[in-house]
Nanobody, 125 residues
């Protein structure tokens, strides 16, 4: 059974940092793309970042480019989202998701098959 677990959320002051982790279970290949998404109450799910595990190529939404960095430790089956310079508008539930081929970069949540549970990030002003 394929599962993803996202964790590392919490409460942080504006300007602070958090690192989210997403650990995968049951995957038999590194031939995967992992996306990070967030959803605030009353808003649509927003794609933030993409990483292709096989070669580490990344892609970011403009809203987080330069502040968020995605990385992968394939030996640990874990993908990280380092979030710096956090703003109150970054407050949301954060999710990771996985997709198999095709592995072109995408932030479209409908293209992802496997989802982890959300982890809440709250940024206070």
């Amino acid at each position: 059974e394929v599962q993803l677990q996202a964790y590392g959320g919490g409460l942080v002051q504006a300007g602070g940092s958090l690192r989210l982790s997403c650990t995968g279970f049951g995957f038999t290949s590194d031939d995967l793309g992992i996306g990070w998404f967030r959803q605030a109450p009353g808003k649509a799910r927003e794609g933030l970042s993409w990483i292709r595990r096989s070669d580490g190529s990344t892609y970011y939404a403009d809203s987080v480019k330069g502040r968020f960095t995605v990385s992968s430790d394939n030996a640990k089956n874990t993908v990280y989202l380092q979030m710096n310079s956090l703003k109150p508008e970054d407050t949301a539930a954060y999710y990771c998701a996985a997709k198999t081929r095709p592995l072109e970069a995408t932030l479209n949540p409908f293209r992802f098959t496997y989802w982890g549970q959300g982890t809440q990030v709250t940024v206070s002003s």
